[in-house]
């Protein structure tokens, strides 16, 4: 799943990566079909650059991951 970030000035690595979580997981549960305290799986996320966001790039892009190894399922509402 993904979103956009506000535009503005690029806020910088830290902050970023901060919203991206927030954001990751405050749409984990509409995902995933639980909420993110309760599941046994994890976020990851990719976000944009400096390059990419003074090119309009402001998406961030939520991965859900098990603690280890890969997951073999599909996550999408799977209740985990």
Do not use: N
Request: glycine content about 10%.
């Amino acid at each position: 799943y993904d979103f956009d970030l506000p535009d503005g000035a690029f806020p910088g690595t830290a902050a970023i990566e901060a919203a991206a979580f927030e954001g990751c997981e405050a749409r984990f549960a509409a995902f995933v079909g639980v909420a993110f305290a309760e599941s046994t799986l994890y976020i990851s996320f990719l976000t944009p650059l400096s390059e990419g966001w003074a090119q309009g790039d402001h998406e961030v892009q939520c991965l859900v991951v098990p603690e280890y190894g890969t997951l073999d399922f599909d996550a999408q509402r799977s209740g985990v």
